[in-house]
């Protein structure tokens, strides 16, 4: 039996596993460096549903508190960021349909964050003269 002397057996894995998300992606990615400040990583979890009318986009913010959170919305892409001591975080949802930003309402409970969110109707009805 031949003894293997690399550090680590998974060495060739990751490698491969970088390569092939740097030929999907055109960037350096590195799966071994710890997170960036970006996203509130493995922490969070956000849903986005649709409810009828509404769009409702629910996330669990473990550690962050109330007043340090910022939600945006540009009626296609819902961004919730926050600062904290020790890190500045920010997440960008996509949502599944347009929607009136003007309309949007929040809650903030026990870590968990609420939004809903009015649908803009699709299409316009176009009369003929």
């Not at 039996?1 to 690399?6: E, G, K, P, Y």
């Not at 990751?14 to 509130?40: K, L, W």
């Not at 309402?105 to 969110?117: E, I, K, P, Q």
């Given at each position: 039996?031949?003894?293997?002397?690399?550090d680590d057996p998974f060495d060739d894995i990751?490698?491969?596993?970088?390569?092939?998300?740097?030929?999907?992606?055109?960037?350096?990615?590195?799966?071994?460096?710890?997170?960036?400040?970006?996203?509130?990583g493995a922490d969070a979890h956000f849903s986005?549903?649709?409810?009828?009318?509404?769009?409702?986009?629910?996330?669990?913010?473990?550690?962050?508190?109330?007043?340090?959170?910022?939600?945006?919305c540009d009626g296609q892409t819902l961004t919730?960021?926050?600062?904290?001591?020790?890190?500045?975080?920010?997440?960008?949802?996509?949502?599944?349909?347009?929607?009136?930003?003007?309309?949007?309402?929040?809650?903030?409970?026990?870590?968990?964050?609420?939004?809903?969110?009015?649908?803009?109707?699709?299409?316009?009805?176009?009369?003929?003269?």
């Open positions: 039996m031949r003894r293997d002397d690399r990751f490698s491969e596993i970088e390569r092939m998300m740097e030929e999907m992606t055109g960037e350096n990615v590195d799966i071994s460096a710890q997170p960036n400040d970006a996203g509130f986005v549903h649709e409810e009828g009318d509404a769009v409702r986009v629910v996330g669990d913010l473990p550690g962050i508190e109330k007043d340090d959170i910022n939600i945006r919730v960021a926050a600062t904290t001591p020790r890190r500045e975080y920010e997440e960008r949802l996509e949502l599944p349909a347009r929607v009136d930003e003007h309309t949007a309402s929040a809650s903030f409970n026990n870590g968990v964050l609420d939004v809903s969110l009015e649908r803009l109707d699709t299409s316009a009805d176009i009369g003929l003269e």
